[in-house]
């Protein structure tokens, strides 16, 4: 049951961090590299480089996808019940996030959790089903 509950958690966290990527506006692509997801705390300091996407919505690069399996990794080895956070720390994020452009919707954070739960409500689609 505990592994159940660990893939419920990476998984939920895992979604809402890939959808927050694919919907963060993209000019050079450093708002979209700067997504991380931590445990316990919150990132504090900006992270070095872009993303290396053209377009808002591109699919994920092959950085971006080792960068995932790094994250999926770490979250299935948290603690049961341990705060993940999915911080962002360019310093104009905010002005994204509120619809300063055009190319992703105001509150791409929000819009992102809204569909995660709303797939969840409407698929009760959380977990592999390998039967841990």
Do not use: C
């Not at 000019?27 to 705390?41: D, Q, S």
Request: net charge negative.
């Amino acid at each position: 049951f505990p592994l159940r509950v660990k893939r419920v958690q990476s998984n939920l966290s895992g979604r809402i961090y890939s959808g927050i990527l694919l919907k963060t506006p993209v000019l050079t692509g450093h708002a979209r590299h700067n997504w991380m997801p931590t445990l316990g705390e919150p990132l504090e300091d900006e992270l070095e480089g872009v993303a290396g996407v053209d377009y808002t919505g591109e699919p994920f690069t092959e950085t971006e996808i080792v960068k995932m399996q790094r994250v999926q990794r770490l979250l299935m080895k948290a603690p049961l019940g341990e705060t993940v956070y999915i911080s962002n720390t360019a310093p104009y994020i905010g002005l994204l996030g509120h619809g300063s452009s055009a190319k992703a919707p105001q509150g791409m954070v929000e819009v992102t959790i809204l569909e995660v739960l709303e797939d969840v409500q409407d698929n009760g689609v959380l977990t592999d089903d390998s039967g841990d």
